[in-house]
């Protein structure tokens, strides 16, 4: 038995023996999905030809000051990710993960860096998810005028691919009437607003408290989350430190691993069949 079989057979144990399942996710659960890999400027530029000719990255698109200077623009960005999310259906591994965290005595907790709401696609409760960048499918004023939060719902973004811009209406902040812009924190983002996200993770911690009062085991499965935006991975062996639990680490690339974890250097969907197979 090679490596990769001795560790997706521990792993398979560590689950079935866990009394509560908390899922780290970063955007490499996605592309089994069929969403764009956006790691590198090669992929992000694939994905975005128009993005490509004007040479900017990944973290330059992502920087409020666009919706500044060029809304249009920012909400070609945007507009065309959240259209992107909406068609998007989740593949398979989402699915047996709530299945499985639905089972456990002291059920799951998701925290995850994406925006794209897949996993409430996919049937995870609401209240048991972090988003610890926001969600595309939320609103706040772009000023902003007040503390205020609300869903995008039903509103359409046309975006014109060939010219890259945002054409109709742009969306509008439902207390001023100014610019509206999604509740992500970007690059250099000092309006985000993060009322939502910090009652989220008011959420985790009191899961977290609960699960060290009655001792429960967990296992922490993480998937597609990368060094180059780390704060996942941080979040998956702090956890693994101050709470009794086994870290799995899922991914194809950057799957090195802190004493007592296991890694399993495949992709999302792969890793998540072969383990709860």
């Known amino acids: 038995m090679d490596n990769l079989e001795k560790n997706i057979k521990h792993a398979s144990a560590v689950i079935k023996n866990a009394d509560a399942l908390f899922i780290t996710a970063g955007a490499g659960i996605g592309v089994d999905s069929g969403l764009p890999d956006f790691r ?27 919706f500044y200077k060029n809304p249009e623009v920012a909400w070609a960005f945007y507009g065309h990710r959240l ?22 005595q002291y059920g799951y907790f998701v ?34 005028c007040a503390n205020d939060i609300w869903e ?12 890259f811009i945002a054409t109709g209406e742009l969306p509008k902040c439902k207390n001023c009437g100014g610019l509206a812009r999604p509740n ?11 009322y939502r ?13 609960r699960l060290n009062i009655f001792n429960a085991k967990l296992a922490i499965i ?10 996942v991975r941080y979040k998956s062996q702090q956890t ?7 870290l799995i680490r899922i991914n194809p690339r950057d799957y090195d691993v802190p004493k007592e974890a296991i890694a399993i250097p495949l992709g999302a969907k792969e890793g998540i069949n072969r383990i709860l197979c």
């Not at 998007?88 to 591994?93: A, D, L, R, S, V």
């Not at 992500?184 to 993060?194: Q, R, V």
């Not at 996200?197 to 408290?209: D, H, M, P, S």
Request: aromatic residues 12%; glycine residues 10%; negative net charge.
């Open 240 to 246: 693994s430190k101050n709470i009794d639990s086994t």
């Open 197 to 209: 996200t910090n009652a989220q993770g008011e959420r985790l911690q009191k899961w977290f408290q």
């Open 40 to 66: 590198g400027n090669s992929g992000f530029w694939k994905a975005y030809p128009p993005i490509a000719k004007l040479g900017k990255s990944f973290s330059e698109m992502a920087d409020p000051v666009w």
């Open 111 to 144: 925290f995850t860096s994406n925006v794209d709401g897949q996993f409430q696609k996919a049937g995870f409760d609401d209240a048991f998810i972090e988003e610890c960048h926001g969600s595309i499918h939320h609103l706040q004023c772009n000023q902003p």
């Open 222 to 231: 993480e998937m597609g989350a990368g060094n180059a935006v780390p704060t």
């Open 152 to 163: 995008i719902g039903e509103q359409k973004i046309n975006v014109d691919m060939e010219a």
């Open 184 to 194: 992500i924190l970007m690059f250099g983002d000092w309006n985000w607003i993060p």
């Open 83 to 104: 259209n992107l999310y909406r068609e998007t259906i989740p593949h398979e591994g989402f699915f047996k993960l709530l299945e499985l965290g639905k089972k456990k």
